[in-house]
């Protein structure tokens, strides 16, 4: 079974550009999650979609930052000016649909994102 | 708001020389408790889930055990390729589903 993936792995641009992000989550996977590392500090969250419905997207920092998921399938994550904070590491999760409260979410391997 | 606090920031040890790394966490109700492993360069990769105070989870070298307070993960007769970063993260119930993630522990096992 593939895991979840990412692309593209590294992306370096330039302040004032756009960037987007995609990922495609474990095939049957209704949950799919992003979060990202800056500077050092631990991973934090940013959304949580169910389908193609945002679930939770308490931890976005700011309306640069869009994310969609349409069909329920691949998500993408757009940075519309990016600044120079936005630098990192951008993780994208997915977890199946279970009937339990808790469920282990299986992390992509990342996109490093470079503001310069 | 849920907070996680992992100890010791970074472990030297000699190949077969066991140890145990430390995760305190504050969380209003967990849902559950997740041990990661990340390599450089890799994504975290899932190691275990712990729900409830008492619960053990074991795989190979690695032992997960979890109070009402911290969980230890346990590493008996490591080898060098045990060296990575671990990572703890708790899910609240307050908190939906969202990771809360410690800030690491970066093993590394000398030969």
């Known amino acids: 079974e593939a895991g979840v993936t990412q692309f593209p792995s590294h992306s370096v641009i330039e302040k004032g550009q756009t960037v987007t992000l995609r990922c495609d989550p474990i095939s049957g996977h209704d949950n799919l999650y992003w979060y990202r590392r800056v500077m050092g500090k631990e991973i934090k969250f940013l959304l949580h979609?169910?389908?193609?419905?945002?679930?939770?997207e308490s931890g976005m920092p700011n309306n640069r930052f869009l994310a969609e998921r349409t069909g329920g399938t691949y998500s993408t994550l757009k940075v519309q000016p990016a600044e120079l904070e936005d630098s990192g590491v951008y993780f994208c999760?997915?977890?199946?649909?279970?009937?339990?409260?808790?469920?282990?979410?299986?992390f992509g391997p990342g996109t490093r994102l470079t503001v310069l | 708001e849920d907070q996680v606090t992992q100890s010791p920031e970074a472990l030297r040890l000699q190949e077969g020389e066991s140890s145990s790394l430390n995760c305190s966490y504050t969380?209003?109700?967990?849902?559950?408790l997740f041990w990661y492993r990340q390599d450089p360069g890799k994504g975290p990769e899932f190691l275990f889930t712990l729900y409830s105070a008492g619960e053990e989870k074991e795989k190979e070298r690695l032992k997960a055990t979890l109070t009402k307070k911290e969980s230890f993960l346990h590493i008996t007769a490591p080898k060098p390729e045990d060296s990575a970063t671990y990572l703890c993260?708790?899910?609240?119930?307050?908190?939906?589903?969202?990771?809360?993630f410690g800030s690491g522990t970066q093993l590394t096992v000398l030969p």
């Open positions: 979609f169910v389908k193609e419905s945002k679930q939770d």
């Open positions: 993260a708790v899910s609240g119930f307050g908190s939906a589903r969202q990771l809360t």
């Open positions: 969380v209003s109700g967990l849902r559950g």
């Open positions: 999760a997915s977890s199946p649909a279970t009937p339990t409260p808790t469920d282990t979410q299986y």
